[in-house]
Each structure stands twice: as structure tokens, then as C-alpha cells.
């Protein structure tokens, strides 16, 4: 090492003359040369002095060439000597390479030795400049000395309060982290009383999504080992707590809904009524607005009904617990659970609402069953849209399905056991309104309307054994007398409500009806008849409706009112009045053959200028005016009949009288009496054509009567008071046709025959008996002109029985002898002139 630098003196500065060129640098040059030997190498070597680049070449000439010449020129241009060094001991020639080493290092040496004596002059520059840096360091280290003694003065005060500061920053830091985790531990305990309270005021959604959060947030977080434990056991408590607290509200529910449910499905079913009785007024006002166009246009037909123009109540029912539970236990990872749990009791409940009461009978519980089914599945409807998947509809569809075949099977067989057709209506028209109800919720009911089209028949057989029974009923209980209304509210039940007769209001009363009691209670059943089978058709069939109930309103006309009437008529236990009557009632009847068969348009559908354009009626109406005919012919039957019984009592009158009667016989004011009630009986309701006839009948049975007795063997002799009682009988008889013909108003018909002409025949048979020229007969003027009705062989035979003359015993009619034996000689002329005529 170069020797210490000697000690100069800071204010003494050594002369350059002084130095000695050959004293070695100082340290610092040293420094500073090492410092140009690290600048570039070709630049250090351009700097050499010329003896020095000899010096290398005579090296180099000199056989230090080879190996020395790389590694000298690694060295010079500070380049990686390790490939020489390791190829000099691969090669095994290392000493080679510390000879060349060497040498390298001495020519360095010898370099910076020129180097040295070369810039001497400015080393010892140098080194002055750095005695007087040294004297500046000198002085400032004394000034840094100073300040560092008052720094350390001013500095240990505030390392005390640095160390306090530090003491307090690591109490904050403990404080800080302690709050943190006092503020973790109040959140959770908060939320375990939010979640406490939720549970105690019933929210058990709130309570679950508060522990939710606690979970999420905060159960991993809590600094608080005691806490933390005691938080993760009482969650799991907490959520199976709230699990089984909404299953107990749940099965509340289940309670609840199958309670109401048939109050449901009874409004549903009612609102389905009244829907459809909207439909069927709408349609009744449009062809009533349709008729009204033909004769004119209504302004009115058109008009909306504000009273049906409210919207259709909707079922409420609670479903908030079923939300709650679907919502809580999806939140509980249980989801699947309860949606399996609340299909397995609904079907439960389905199976139990489709088991029938057996307590009471099925008429009296259908309501409350079918309801109770409608009201199940407006439920599960609703469920299903608003549940948010709690129901598939395949479930539906197979709850659907299991009820729809119960339901089928139970009708089907309550059906075969009702045997009232008014029942068996109820229950159609209930399931029909209970398919159209559910129909609009989704559901399908083709089995249910196969069912009720299978009890048509039985239906149609019901009623119209029914009806069959209710007409034989009023025909059984009608007196057949005309009937009298006394009070408004008769008219109105009997005559107007079911339009009997087309009378502007109540007409003065007391009210004498042209027919008795049997035919509004007809009219009443006959329209029942039609308004329920249209009812019953009505529900739910495609069929043309119109065209059935005109066949079976045929059928009921024709086999039960029209069969029944004639059954009174020819059942024998009728008067002459009845008669009559039954005659009025079945040509009234006949009448309202129109009215019923409007009436049943009317309802089905079918236009009225459908109906008058097709001239198609009910074919019971002809067989009405047949039967109507054949009741009129009965009543001539019937009268000649009675006739006959007091016709009876001319065999047993005194033919042979010895005197002139001055009164009629007995039977003859019995028959006149009769024919009287006939006259007064068939005036106020027959026709005057059929009343003609039956009078007419009447007259000319009774004539004909007399001449059969005469003619009879039951008389063998009469005389001429017997022809002149006779007389007096024809007389009261014929008076009796002037007066009838003239009173029923006959006259004014113009009739070719009179009633007095029906007892014409009799008439000139008594006029010939009486006569005292009987021979004139045999003229033929004579007979065309007085004796044309008589035929010639029946006067032959009342001739032989006539005696004229009296026997012995009658000595009083001695004093007409003369007279007599004239007449006589008259009469036996004309009984051989007669002969001599056969």
C-alpha cells in the first residue's frame, strides 16, 4: 500500500517544486487512475505514450504472441477470459497460461508506472485540491457535529413521543379491530332478535330470510367463537321450527279449503245458471227483434239490459298459506317435498269428496256433492296458475281423471235407481251446468255428456208416465162442467198465464168458461211437459231439438189426452152435459194444438216464419178433430140412447083407451125436459151445425121410435084415442122443435130441413090416422102432396092393428057411430087397396 498521505497544514498549500516526481501517488489518485482505466479500452491504448505500444509489439514479436495475444486482447476489451482459461486446462498446458498471465500483468504494471510519471504534476494538483476538501470537511464535520448534539437535544423529546404515539397507534389498532368485531357480533345478535320477533309475530318468510343472511353474510365472519357456535346450532332448530309451524298452517288450510270448497263450486255452478239464462234471453230478444223486423223495426229490440251488464263475481278463496308454505320450504331446500306433500292430501281430500252420503238420499245430496267437486278443481285451477309450480298439469290431468270416473260411475248408477222424471231433470241440469262450469276452467266432461244422453229414453218414459198420470188425475177429478171464475187471480192462473184465450184483460166477473176444469189443468201439464224436455235437451246436446219435442208432444196429445177423452166418452159413465163438455174441451184443445207447438219453438230456438213457412203441425191436432167428430157423434149416440129409455114407456100405455087424452103421455115431458137440458147444454158450447144434428137426431130418433113401437109386436091393436094421445105428444114435440130451431139461432143457417121436418114421417102417420078419408092415401097426388114421407108397407102394418071402431065393452062412443063406421069403410079401402099395392 502506498504510504499515508503526511499531514498538511489547512492553511498551508505545498509548492509544486517541492513535490518529488517519484514519490507514488496518493490513495486518491490511485483511485482516480483506476478509474481511466476503466473507460474504453482502444481509447486507453490510442492513449498509450508510442514507448509503450513498443513495448506491446516487441511483446508480442517476441513469442508472447499465440495465447498471450487472445488473452491480452480479451483483457483490453473487458471481454469474458473464461473459454482461454478453461481451454488452457483442457488442453493441459495451465502453466502457459499463468507465463502469459504474468506477463500481461507486468506490461500493465509498466504502463501505469508511465502513466504516472507522465501526469505526476497534475496528481500533485489533485492532491493539494483534496488537502483543502479535507480542511472544508473538517469544518463542516464540526458544524455537523454541533448540529447533531442539538438535533440529539431537540430529537429525544420527540422520540419519547414517537414511542408514546406508536404505544397509542397499537391501542387504536386492537381498539379498531375489537370494534369490528363487538359491530359483527351486535349485526348477528340483531338479526337473531329480528328473526326471534319474526317467528313470535308469525313471518316466518321474514325470519327465513334473515337467517339466510346470516348464513351468507355473517356465521363465517363472527369473531366470537361462543357466539358463533351458539348461532350454528340454533339455525338448523330455527328453520325446522318454521318448517313445522307452515305445515301446521298448511294442514289448517287443507281443513278450511275443503270446507268451502263446495260453497265455491255452488257459485260457480250458479253463475254458470245465470250466464246461461243470459244466453237464452239474448236469443229469445234477438228472434223477438227478428219477428219485429218482418212487420217493422223496434227501436227498442236492440236495447242493452243494464241490469246484466255486471261482470262475473269472482270466487275469492285463500291461497296465502299455500303460497307461504311453497315459498318457505323452496327456501328451505324442501321444495320437492312439499309439492309431493300437498298433491298426496289433495288427493286424499278428492277421495273423500267423491264418496257419497248414505245417510240421506242421493236426490237430496247431489247438490252438495257435485258441488263440492266443482269447487275441488276451481281450486287446483287456480293453484296451478298461480302457484308458481307447486302443480304440473299432468297432476291435474290425473286428478282430472281419477274424479271424472267416479263421477261417471256414481251417476250411472244413482240414475237406474231414480225413478221421477222431475229428479232425474234436476240432476241433468245440475251436471250439465257442472260440465258447462268447469269447461270454462279447462276441464273436459265428454264422459259425463255420454252419460246423460244414455238416460234420454229413461227421461222421456218418466215424464210422459208423469204427465200420463197428472192428465188422468185432473180427467178423474173434473166434473165437466163449465167452469166459473169468480176472482182476478183465477183468471190470471187459469186462463191468461197459459193463454187460453187471447182476452185484453180481465174480463167481468163472475167468468163463465167455455170449458171445465180438466183443460187449463192439461194446458198446464202439456206446457210442463214441453219446458222441461226442452230443458233436459237443451243441456249439452247437438241433436235438432225441435223436431224430438214435436214428436213426443204428438205422442203425449195423441196417447194420453186424446185416448183419455175418448175413454170418458166411450166409458158410458158421462151424461149428456158431460159429453157436451168433453166434446167443448177436446175441440179447445184441438185449438191450442198451434199454441203448443209455438210454445215449444219458441223455446228450442226455432223462428215462428220458420214454422208458419214449413205448414207442418202437430199431427195430434188431426186426430183431436176426429176424436172432436167422434164426440159429437157420441153425443147423438148418447141422447138417442137416453131417448130409448123413455121411449120405453109407449109398450107400456094404454093403447086401447076408451077416451081422448087432453094431456101429453109422461114419457113425452120426460122427453121434452131432456131435450130441453140438450138444447140449453149443447148451445153454450157445440157448434150449431153439430147442435143441428144432434137435435135433428134427436127428433127423428123419437119419431122413428114411435112408428118402430106401432109397428112392433109389443102392440097389437090401437084405436083413435090412442093416435090422438098420440097427437098431443107429436103436437108438444113439434112445438118444441119451432121453438129449439128458432132460439139456437138455426133459422139463420137457412137449414133445408127444420127440426119440425124431422117429424115429418110421424106427422103425416098421425095426420092418416086422424083422417077421415085414410083412402086418399093410395092417390098418388094425394099421397106426394100429405103422405110423401111414408112408405106404404109400414102403413100397411098400422093400418091392420088401427081399430077405429070400439068393441062393446066402450058402449059410450055409440053416439059417433055414424062418423066411425064412414072412417072405417075409409080405412078398410085403403087396407085392401094397400094389399092389392103389395
Known sequence: PPPALPSLSPCRRPSPATTDPRTPPPPAVARRLRGLRSGPPRNRAAALPPSVQTKKRNAMENGDGGVGLGLASFIANNEDVGPIVRHAFESGNPESLVHNLRNIVKMKEVEIEEICRLHYEEFILAVDELRRVLVDADELKGTLSDENLRLQEVASALLLKLDELLDLYSVNRNIGEALAAFKICLK???????????????KPHSALKTL???????????????????????????????????????????????????????????????????????????????????????????????????????????????????????????????????????????????????????????????????????????????????????????????????????????????????????????????????????????????????????????????CRRQLNEAFSKD????????????????????????????????????????????????????????????????????????????????????????????????????????????????????????????????????????????????????????????LITLVNSKIDEFMLQLTIINWTVEETPEHANDYMNEVIIYLHEVVSSGQQIVPRDVLYRVVSGALSHISDSIITVLLSDRVKRFNANAVAGIDIDLKVLEGFADDAYRMTGLSDLRKEKSFRDCLIEMRQLINLLLSNQPENFVNPVTREKDYGSLDHKKVAVICDKFKDAPDSLFGSLSSRATVQSARKKSLDVLKRRLKDFS
Open 479 to 634: 166434473s165437466y162442467e163449465r167452469m166459473v171464475i169468480k176472482k182476478e187471480n183465477e183468471y190470471e192462473m187459469n186462463i191468461a198465464a197459459i193463454e187460453l184465450e187471447p182476452v185484453d184483460g180481465v174480463p167481468v166477473l163472475p167468468y163463465v168458461a167455455p170449458f171445465s176444469s180438466s183443460v187449463p189443468n192439461a194446458c198446464r201439464i202439456v206446457r210442463s211437459f214441453i219446458e222441461d224436455f226442452v230443458r233436459y235437451l237443451s243441456h249439452g246436446g247437438s241433436m235438432n231439438i225441435y223436431d224430438v219435442v214435436k214428436s213426443y208432444l204428438d205422442k203425449l196429445l195423441i196417447e194420453t189426452i186424446n185416448d183419455g177423452f175418448m175413454n170418458l166418452i166411450h166409458g158410458g159413465s158421462l151424461e149428456f152435459p158431460q159429453v157436451v163438455q168433453v166434446a167443448g174441451n177436446i175441440a179447445i184443445l184441438e185449438q191450442l194444438c198451434d199454441k203448443f207447438l209455438w210454445h215449444a219453438a219458441r223455446l228450442c230456438g226455432f223462428p215462428k216464419r220458420l214454422l208458419e213457412k214449413t205448414h207442418s203441425g202437430l199431427t195430434a191436432r188431426a186426430v183431436l178433430k176426429a176424436s172432436r167428430n167422434a164426440a159429437y157423434n157420441g
Open 188 to 202: 348477528v345478535t340483531s338479526l337473531c332478535k329480528i328473526c326471534n320477533r319474526d317467528i313470535a309475530e308469525a
Open 212 to 466: 339466510e343472511l346470516i348464513e351468507k353474510d355473517y356465521l363465517q365472519n363472527i369473531p366470537l367463537k361462543l357466539l358463533k357456535k351458539v348461532v350454528q346450532k340454533q339455525i338448523p332448530m330455527i328453520k325446522l321450527h318454521i318448517e313445522k309451524k307452515v305445515c301446521s298452517d298448511f294442514n289448517e288450510w287443507l281443513v278450511y279449503i275443503r270446507r268451502v270448497a263446495k260453497e265455491i263450486g255452488q257459485a260457480a255452478i250458479d253463475q254458470a245458471s245465470l250466464t246461461h239464462q243470459k244466453d237464452e234471453g239474448m236469443c229469445a230478444r234477438q228472434r223477438e227483434a227478428e219477428e219485429c223486423s218482418g212487420v217493422g223495426f223496434d227501436e227498442n229490440a236492440y236495447t242493452l239490459d243494464m241490469d246484466h251488464m255486471d261482470e262475473e263475481a269472482m270466487l275469492e278463496f285463500d291461497l296465502a298459506p299455500v303460497y307461504r308454505a311453497h315459498h318457505i320450504h323452496i327456501g328451505l331446500g324442501l321444495g320437492e317435498k312439499f309439492r309431493e306433500y300437498y298433491y298426496n292430501n289433495r288427493l286424499m281430500q278428492l277421495n273423500l269428496d267423491l264418496q257419497i252420503s248414505t245417510s240421506q238420499p242421493f236426490i237430496e245430496s247431489y247438490q252438495s256433492f257435485l258441488a263440492q267437486v266443482v269447487g275441488f278443481f276451481i281450486v287446483e285451477d287456480r293453484v296451478l296458475r298461480t302457484a308458481d309450480g307447486l302443480l304440473s298439469e299432468s297432476q291435474v290431468d290425473t286428478m282430472w281423471e281419477t274424479a271424472i270416473s267416479k263421477v261417471t260411475l256414481i251417476l250411472e248408477e244413482q240414475f237406474s235407481h231414480i225413478n221421477a222424471a222431475n229428479h232425474l231433470l234436476l240432476v241433468k241440469g245440475y251436471v250439465s251446468l257442472l260440465g258447462a262450469t268447469l269447461k270454462k276452467y279447462g276441464y273436459q266432461s265428454t264422459s259425463l255428456v255420454e252419460i246423460l244422453d244414455k238416460t234420454r229414453d229413461k227421461y222421456i218414459e218418466l215424464l210422459l208416465s208423469d
